[in-house]
């Protein structure tokens, strides 16, 4: 059954800050993997989308990166802001059941100013 | 502008009265899904649909029933509502396999 961890659980930084949000997941048989954010109270923010043949993808400050064998994945954000404050999910998809996402519990990040 | 909208975004209900949460996408998907966000548990799928008239369950079906009748519609329908229910709701869709998924803003369900 595929788990999916996110280290740390909580994360508090400095504005300016370059920082790494860590993701693992038990079974390396994943069609993709995807980073969402979410604000308190709100729906979740697709950020980035990882396959499986991919190494990393790169959206502005963010960069998320993959290693499938290793089942790891991390989310580096760049030069941090307050406005960067939120919790942080990654999700992957498994090779069987496709329409399911298997989700990690989330980095609840803040960034003070 | 291409969403997923769910409503209502709240609700407070008594339990046993039926509830339906709608769902709605306007970017052809084929696939949605219903997830339930619980602290501690995070995000678990209750139910998913390949395409019109194909639904199947997820980790946490009980209690819960869905239909997808038009494309773009997928309601969340609680028959007899529990307190264990209580939760936020999430809908999301996807274009297909390898694509990745869209969610709605969420439904903050309460059943007292």
């Known amino acids: 059954k595929q788990e999916v961890t996110q280290i740390p659980a909580a994360l508090s930084v400095p504005e300016g800050e370059n920082l790494v949000l860590n993701c693992s997941f038990t079974?390396?048989?994943?069609?993709?993997l995807q980073w969402f954010r979410q604000d308190p109270g709100k729906g979740l923010t697709s950020l980035l989308l990882?396959?499986?043949?991919?190494r990393e993808q790169t959206s502005g400050r963010l960069n998320a990166s993959l290693d499938k064998s290793s089942g790891r994945s991390t989310l580096y954000i760049a030069a941090s802001q307050p406005g960067d404050s939120a919790t942080y999910l990654c999700?992957?998809?498994?090779?069987?059941?496709?329409?399911?996402?298997?989700f990690g519990t989330g980095t609840r990040l803040l960034v003070s100013p | 502008e291409a969403q997923v909208t769910q409503n209502p975004r709240y609700l407070i209900t008594v339990t046993g009265k039926k509830l339906t949460v709608t769902c709605s996408q306007n970017?052809?998907?084929?696939?949605m899904s219903w997830y339930r966000q619980d602290p501690g548990l995070g995000l678990r799928q209750i139910y998913y649909?390949?395409?019109?008239?194909?639904?199947d369950k997820g980790d946490v079906p009980e209690g819960y029933k869905v239909s997808r009748k038009e494309k773009r519609n997928f309601p969340l329908i609680l028959e007899s509502p529990s307190p264990n229910q209580t939760s936020l709701y999430f809908c999301?869709?996807?274009?297909?396999?390898?694509?990745?998924?869209?969610f709605g803003s969420g439904t903050r369900l309460t059943v007292v």
């Open positions: 079974d390396s048989a994943i069609y993709n």
């Open positions: 649909s390949m395409n019109v008239e194909v639904t």
């Open positions: 970017m052809n998907h084929e696939y």
């Open positions: 999700a992957v998809k498994p090779n069987t059941g496709f329409q399911k996402l298997v």
């Open positions: 999301a869709s996807s274009l297909a396999v390898g694509y990745g998924y869209t």
């Open positions: 990882i396959q499986s043949s991919q």
